[in-house]
């Protein structure tokens, strides 16, 4: 079964900046389309991000684009989310989730690692 551990929240103004990584085990990256998805209290579970294994197109939410970057290094088996000009409505547990294909019900996702944007 595929794990994965996120790590890089905190707290940050809002305006600023983090970047989330996610380490994947004990198989290939390369088997994955992989993806973040957050939650906040209260509210429904929010897809962020999804980069596939075997296409150059990546999507992302509307509430995220243009501030938001996926990446991935499929030989170190990590995945990145850079997140610019953080507002305090992208608070939440943010999860990094592994999918056969982008949209499907994830394989498996980790602890999360939760953001918080406040001044």
């Known amino acids: 079964q595929v794990q994965l551990v996120e790590s890089g929240g905190g707290l940050v103004q809002p305006g600023g900046s983090l970047r989330l990584s996610c380490v994947v085990s004990?198989?290939?990256?390369?088997?994955?389309?992989i993806g973040w998805f957050r939650q906040a209290p209260g509210k429904e579970r929010e897809g962020v991000s999804c980069m596939p294994n075997s296409s150059p197109t990546t999507w992302y939410a509307d509430s995220v684009k243009g501030r938001f970057t996926i990446s991935r290094n499929d030989a170190k088996k990590m995945v990145w989310l850079q997140m610019n000009n953080l507002n305090p409505e992208d608070t939440a547990v943010y999860y990094c989730a592994a999918y056969v294909q982008c949209g499907d019900n994830p394989l498996g996702w980790g602890q999360g690692t939760q953001v918080t944007v406040s001044s």
């Open positions: 004990p198989f290939a990256l390369a088997y994955y389309s």
